[in-house]
């Protein structure tokens, strides 16, 4: 089984990435074939810093090694080291409309976010099929918000196949069955986001045990003092998603345990958790970041690969499509 995510080098990773995504990945390569994208060509859609791009790039991939991905089975990998996928987004932008790209709702949140809303920000999903389709993806495990992009991904590559006979396997989205969506600590209506929620609110991955502790302990909840999901509990419900995933204990035992004990215990505990959680990986960053040549030579060598695996079915696509055959070379 092959499976294909991509994450962006954009503002500093935080909780939601980890539990939606990132742990996620290094879980699916104990079952296949993970190819990790850290997708830089689709972080300058937005104004971006050239001066941060890099760093960051390096940043992220580093932090993905952190997490558990394993360079022996894995291949994590940056975007634009592999030429073929901006290739392969001009050739799927004839396969895709105007309307459907219209009604991606990223799309009309950053756009509205934007002083210069840029084309890139538009056909930022065909990029992304792009991306999915080049490596004969079975699984793309991403968060809850990434539902849309991976439904046209779908629908772009069934219509391929039909205009042009079969090219492509049509991947299927996976999003965890806890954690797809966590909450913004202070409005825990809207998604944990470093670029759309609150800087209280949003728990980084490398943040200090300190930061992260009162960033937990002051997390909105409600007036009650039950420890429960419920309508009116989106804090509390949230918090239960974060324990659950830190310490591996169901919802449903979380909610029996502190019962009606009140908030102050159970925010200590999931601040501990979290603290915990991160620890191993804030510590293994660091000792990566501490070592640029390797780092760079297991990028290189992802890149190798990605290029490997994703050069024939650029070449499928060329092919297909009726372009006169290129020269070798
Ligand atoms: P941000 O909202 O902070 O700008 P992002 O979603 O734009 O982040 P990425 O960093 O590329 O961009 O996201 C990587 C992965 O993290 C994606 O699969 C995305 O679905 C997932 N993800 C992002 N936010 C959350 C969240 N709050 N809860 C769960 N998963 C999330
Ligand atoms: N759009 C995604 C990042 C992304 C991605 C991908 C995810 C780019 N290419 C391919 C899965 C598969 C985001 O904003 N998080």
Not at 237 to 256: W, Y
Request: net charge negative.
């Amino acid at each position: 089984m092959r499976i294909f995510s991509g994450i962006q080098p954009t503002g500093a990773k935080h909780l939601g990435n980890y539990i939606g995504a990132i742990r996620e990945y290094v879980a699916y390569q104990e079952r296949g074939d993970a190819f990790i994208c850290v997708v830089d060509l689709h972080s300058i859609t937005v104004g971006h810093d050239p001066r941060e791009l890099r760093d960051s790039t390096v940043s992220v991939a580093a932090l993905l090694f952190a997490a558990g991905l394993d360079p022996e089975r894995s291949t994590v990998f940056v975007q634009s080291h592999v030429p073929a996928h901006a290739e392969a987004a001009w050739l799927l932008g004839s396969v895709t409309s105007f309307g459907e790209l219209r009604r991606m709702t990223q799309f009309k949140e950053k756009a509205e976010r934007q002083e210069f809303v840029a084309v890139g920000l538009f056909t930022y999903p065909v990029l992304q099929a792009a991306d999915i389709l080049l490596y004969d993806t079975d699984v793309v495990p991403v968060g809850e918000d990434q539902r849309q992009h991976i439904e046209l991904t779908r629908d772009v590559a069934e219509r391929f196949n039909s205009r042009y006979g079969e090219t492509f396997v049509v991947p299927r989205v996976e999003v965890p069955e806890i954690g797809a969506k966590i909450m913004d600590l202070q409005e825990p209506t809207k998604k944990m986001s470093t670029t759309g929620g609150t800087e209280q609110g949003t728990v980084l991955m490398l943040d200090p045990p300190d930061v992260l502790r009162k960033k937990l302990k002051s997390a909105v909840t409600d007036s009650g003092r039950e420890v429960v999901r419920g309508p009116g509990k989106e804090g509390i419900a949230n918090l239960i998603e974060v324990l659950s995933v830190a310490t591996g204990d169901k919802p449903d035992a979380i909610e029996a345990r502190y019962a009606d004990g009140g908030y102050g215990d159970f925010k200590a505990d999931v601040a501990d958790a979290v603290v915990e959680l991160l620890r191993p990986i804030q510590e293994r960053y660091q000792e990566l970041r501490g070592d640029p040549a390797e780092l760079e030579r297991l990028l290189v060598r992802g890149a190798e690969r990605a290029r490997a695996v994703s050069a024939p079915v650029l070449e499928r696509m060329v092919d297909r499509m009726g372009f006169v055959r290129r020269p070798s070379g």
